[in-house]
């Protein structure tokens, strides 16, 4: 599984870098507070709203910690995308939300 920190995500972003990102935590949690630019799909959608994806990109999966978006990672992955999981998932993160 390819991995990111959650440092190393804020960093790219602070860099200018466009990412990619999919969170697939509730609808509540993302009530809460999301990484600017974040795209929310829920975890349980993923698979019914996999043609929202597309083979030519990356996507740096984010949920609370790491497990969820790991689940969506294998599901991708499977599929042929490429995906990265986000370790520690917002539990880890110190950046900016929105």
Known sequence: MKTLTA?????????GEQLNIIDVREDD???E??????KHVRLGTV????????KDKEYVMVCRSGGRSGK???YLESQGFNVINMEGGMLAWEGETK
């Open 7 to 15: 440092k190393e995500v804020q960093e790219k972003l602070e860099q």
């Open 72 to 74: 969506a990672y294998q």
């Open 47 to 54: 698979e019914e709203r996999v043609s929202e994806f597309d």
């Open 29 to 31: 949690e993302v009530r």
């Open 33 to 38: 507070g999301m990484i600017p630019g974040a």
